[in-house]
Nanobody
Framework: QVRLVESGGGLVQAGGSLRLSCAAS????????MGWYRQAPGEQRELVAR???????DYADSVRGRFTISRINAENMVYLQIYSLKPEDTALYYC??????????????WGQGTQVTVSS
């Protein structure tokens, strides 16, 4: 019905930059909130950043100032621009979205994740 597909992950040296992309496709009316989460080995999944329909954003303290989330509503896309990568940023990064599959039904979806690995 609905799927989220991430791209843009890879192996990067510390201090480098990366841009992650997430595309929503399928049958839905609109997207409410979109966000990025990450999960490192042995750790819980955590919120990295999120953005609502109007462009209001939230960031984890650990990434604020280095990561920027943005979206293009007309294309059902969300992006995460990352600067000054650190080894501790290494994790699987997941796209997440709250979207309306009908005028009255709000559902939450996850992508499969894209790996970001930062070498020191």
């Amino acid at each position: 019905q609905v799927r989220l597909v991430e791209s843009g992950g890879g192996l990067v040296q510390a201090g480098g930059s990366l841009r992650l992309s997430c595309a929503a496709s399928g049958t839905f009316v609109s997207i409410s909130v979109m966000g990025w989460y990450r999960q490192a080995p042995g750790e819980q999944r955590e919120l990295v950043a999120r953005i609502d329909k109007g462009g209001s954003t939230d960031y984890a303290d650990s990434v604020r100032g280095r990561f920027t989330i943005s979206r293009i509503n007309a294309e059902n896309m969300v992006y995460l621009q990352i600067y000054s990568l650190k080894p501790e940023d290494t994790a699987l990064y997941y796209c997440n979205a709250d979207l309306y599959v009908s005028d009255w039904s709000l559902r939450n979806y996850w992508g499969q994740g894209t790996q970001v690995t930062v070498s020191s």
